[in-house]
């Protein structure tokens, strides 16, 4: 199914090999329409057509390199054009601009920091829409809100082309690893056609429904994770002042029922106060801005969000913003010594 979804590629490209788990394997594809799929069943299926990828920050690069490694044929575009640089090492082609790209390609998926920088490369001058045509496809894999979603998708759709909005679960380890959550939605058969590209890039896919639906679960999953680590936080400071040590804390934490891959991973650089970045602040801090609009939507209060938030919006205003969202615990310290003075 993909390969013949792929017509109109100008070479075929190799069979992909999966990448960072175990030894190169012929890609699986699942024929079937299922919301997630972990380990992917169903024939060999060779994968045809050119990929384009807008965004190597963080999370965009190691997800273009794991399609690059897997055998596909990926032109790259970055603002900042040295980032390209080990895409093109890897055999990446390169565009100057998203237009560029989306009009040499036949899908081009985008990793951008927020709903202001996913529209601009979407839809602004330059843009991939001016590149697109029937026939291609769009994919927004960044964290951005519904309605900013809603209006990339009909920018892309208004020009024949096809769009899936794909947030992901995982941060940068899983995403080197090839071992992302795909929270997809929109355009179904777009969908099933870039299935072997999600699954090279990730573990398991949803598919979700309407435009709009993949950004709700994925604030949704983000707000939870930042009250959560706002509340760890809380509690290695208090384990500490109280004469506990705060490693024996997230020992006794990662044995339990509130255990979780987080707190482990965390916990140990938090506690010598190392915020090496995964996931950086400022894009959780804007998770939390966006959960809080999408929860007032539907006017239901989310009052530990609401909290949370403001810490993060203190730990911006501390220098923070680009550290790994885990240096939230500092806004704390900061709020525990004005508290004492
Ligand atoms: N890091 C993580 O753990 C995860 C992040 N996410 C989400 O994925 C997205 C990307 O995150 P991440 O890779 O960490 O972020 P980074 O900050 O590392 O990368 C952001 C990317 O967006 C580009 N960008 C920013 N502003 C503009 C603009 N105005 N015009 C064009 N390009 C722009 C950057 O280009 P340049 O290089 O020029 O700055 C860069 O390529 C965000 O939406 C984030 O919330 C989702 C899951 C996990
Ligand atoms: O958006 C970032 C999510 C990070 C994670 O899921 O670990």
């Given at each position: 199914?993909?390969?013949?979804?792929?017509?109109?590629?100008?070479?075929?490209?190799?069979?992909?090999?999966?990448?960072?788990?175990?030894?190169?394997?012929?890609?699986?594809?699942?024929?079937?329409?299922?919301?997630?799929?972990?380990?992917?069943?169903?024939?060999?299926?060779?994968?045809?057509?050119?990929?384009?990828?807008?965004?190597?920050?963080?999370?965009?690069?190691?997800?273009?390199?794991?399609?690059?490694?897997?055998?596909?044929?990926?032109?790259?575009?970055?603002?900042?054009?040295?980032?390209?640089?080990?895409?093109?090492?890897?055999?990446?082609?390169?565009?100057?601009?998203?237009?560029?790209?989306?009009?040499?390609?036949?899908?081009?998926?985008?990793?951008?920091?927020?709903?202001?920088?996913a529209?601009?490369?979407?839809?602004?001058?330059?843009?991939?829409?001016?590149?697109?045509?029937?026939?291609?496809?769009?994919?927004?894999?960044?964290?951005?809100?519904?309605?900013?979603?809603?209006?990339?998708?009909?920018?892309?759709?208004s020009?024949g082309?096809?769009?899936?909005?794909?947030?992901?679960?995982?941060?940068?380890?899983?995403?080197?690893?090839?071992?992302?959550?795909?929270?997809?939605?929109?355009?179904?058969?777009l969908?099933?056609?870039?299935?072997?590209?999600?699954?090279?890039?990730?573990?398991?896919?949803?598919?979700?429904?309407?435009?709009?639906?993949?950004?709700?679960?994925?604030?949704?999953?983000?707000?939870?994770?930042?009250?959560?680590?706002?509340?760890?936080?809380?509690?290695?400071?208090?384990?500490?002042?109280?004469?506990?040590?705060?490693?024996?804390?997230?020992?006794?934490?990662s044995?339990?029922?509130?255990?979780?891959?987080?707190?482990?991973?965390?916990g140990?650089?938090?506690?010598?106060?190392?915020?090496?970045?995964?996931?950086p602040?400022?894009?959780?801090?804007?998770?939390?801005?966006?959960?809080?609009?999408?929860?007032?939507?539907?006017?239901?209060?989310?009052?530990?969000?609401?909290?949370?938030?403001?810490?993060?919006?203190a730990?911006?205003?501390?220098?923070?913003?680009?550290?790994?969202?885990?240096?939230?615990?500092?806004?704390?310290?900061?709020?525990?010594?004005?508290?004492?003075?």
């Open positions: 199914m993909a390969a013949a979804a792929f017509l109109g590629a100008s070479r075929a490209a190799p069979a992909l090999l999966l990448p960072s788990r175990g030894l190169p394997r012929r890609l699986l594809v699942s024929a079937a329409s299922s919301s997630s799929s972990s380990g992917a069943a169903g024939g060999v299926v060779e994968f045809q057509g050119k990929v384009g990828f807008l965004g190597l920050g963080i999370m965009g690069a190691p997800m273009a390199s794991n399609l690059i490694k897997a055998g596909c044929d990926v032109t790259v575009w970055n603002r900042t054009k040295s980032k390209c640089d080990p895409l093109l090492s890897l055999g990446a082609k390169y565009e100057p601009s998203p237009a560029g790209v989306a009009s040499s390609c036949d899908v081009t998926f985008a990793m951008l920091a927020d709903p202001q920088s529209a601009e490369v979407a839809c602004g001058a330059n843009g991939a829409a001016e590149g697109l045509a029937p026939g291609k496809g769009y994919v927004d894999v960044s964290t951005v809100d519904g309605a900013t979603s809603k209006l990339i998708g009909e920018h892309i759709t020009t082309a096809s769009f899936l909005e794909a947030p992901v679960s995982g941060s940068k380890k899983p995403a080197e690893d090839g071992l992302l959550i795909f929270l997809t939605a929109g355009d179904e058969s969908y099933k056609r870039v299935a072997p590209l999600l699954d090279v890039m990730g573990k398991s896919r949803f598919y979700l429904g309407d435009v709009g639906n993949g950004a709700a679960m994925k604030l949704v999953v983000n707000m939870v994770m930042g009250s959560m680590m706002v509340s760890f936080s809380e509690g290695l400071l208090l384990s500490e002042k109280v004469g506990l040590d705060p490693n024996t804390l997230v020992e006794v934490i044995q339990g029922a509130i255990s979780a891959p987080m707190f482990s991973l965390k140990p650089s938090m506690v010598k106060a190392a915020y090496p970045t995964a996931f602040l400022k894009h959780q801090q804007k998770d939390l801005r966006l959960a809080l609009a999408l929860a007032e939507s539907v006017s239901q209060p989310i009052p530990t969000v609401a909290a949370a938030n403001e810490l993060y919006k730990a911006k205003s501390l220098g923070l913003a680009d550290h790994d969202f885990s240096a939230v615990i500092e806004a704390l310290k900061a709020k525990v010594e004005n508290s004492q003075q």
